[in-house]
């Protein structure tokens, strides 16, 4: 099975890069399943319905998020209906929406968990505890299963790594949205990477208009989050599953220079 996970989408050039380039990956590389971060697709700062729906109709079959998904409250109504839409599993209970699900296409079934790390993030419950109680309830319907470990601290998503360990086929980091290059597959046959990065422009600082930054940082006033449109890069990672044992077999970065002007 061959699972392509998009770092977080950032606004609409982020959507534009997956538009033109996913069609293509999928019928090159032979993917079955495509997942994305969406918490940024919509003006960089969460994601409404509409949104979704376009980028479902590029090809993406499930849309993980984190902090940033409640940015829109248009987005809760679907959050509480649409189960391919997920957000943290470990926000406390009562909570709108799904932390996990199970996605299918040609009579192949994948489970999709998504988690929030609480280093230097809001104090949810903790990650570790849901992790296991996703598993478990995913494990009834689903033998491959993949987490979106939604994080700033590298530290907490190399620890979830190792938790997770042979209990899921991959973790796969997001949030900080830098691609980091330490991708690999544990021990006990689960791939693993700290960030798999963005769809979004590398003239940036994360995404957002480098100048629009700098002023916060120099004068750390309130600023208008303006996304960057030039240079735009789509990272992604795409995972070898053996379905027979949910092992990984292979796990291998992609970043693909993505600006429609190049
Ligand atoms: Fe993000
Ligand atoms: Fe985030």
């Known amino acids: 099975m061959k699972i392509l996970f998009i770092g977080d989408i950032i606004g609409s050039p982020g959507r534009s890069a997956v538009s033109l380039h996913l069609p293509g990956l999928k019928k090159k590389e032979k993917i079955d399943f495509v997942l994305a971060n969406g918490e940024n697709a919509a003006g960089g700062l969460g994601l409404t319905p509409k949104v979704a729906e376009q980028l479902f109709s590029y090809g993406i079959d499930a849309l993980t998020s984190g902090n940033h998904i409640w940015d829109k409250k248009d987005i809760l109504e679907t959050l509480a209906k649409d189960n391919r839409i997920l957000r943290p599993a470990n926000y406390p209970p009562g909570v709108i929406g799904f932390g996990s699900t199970v996605i299918s296409t040609q009579g192949k079934k994948l489970g999709v968990i998504n988690l929030s790390g609480r280093v230097f993030m809001r104090e949810l419950d903790c990650p570790f505890r849901a992790a296991l109680r996703e598993i478990e309830d995913l494990k ?37 949205h830098v691609q980091t290059a330490d991708e690999r597959i544990l021990p006990e046959g689960t791939a693993y990477i700290t960030d798999v990065g963005m769809v979004g422009s590398l003239d940036s600082v994360i995404g957002v208009k480098k100048d629009v930054i700098l002023e916060r940082f120099l004068t750390q006033l309130p600023v208008h989050l303006d996304i960057a449109k030039k240079n735009v890069v789509l990272h992604a990672v795409l995972v070898e599953i053996d379905e027979d044992t949910a092992k990984a077999v292979s796990i291998k970065r992609i970043k693909i220079k993505a600006d429609e002007s190049s």
Request: without cysteine; hydrophobic residues 45%.
């Open 140 to 176: 009834e319907r689903v033998e491959v299963v993949v987490v979106d470990m939604h994080a700033e601290a590298t530290s907490e998503k190399i620890a979830m790594g190792w938790y997770l360990d042979g209990k899921v086929s991959a973790v796969i980091g997001t949030h900080t």
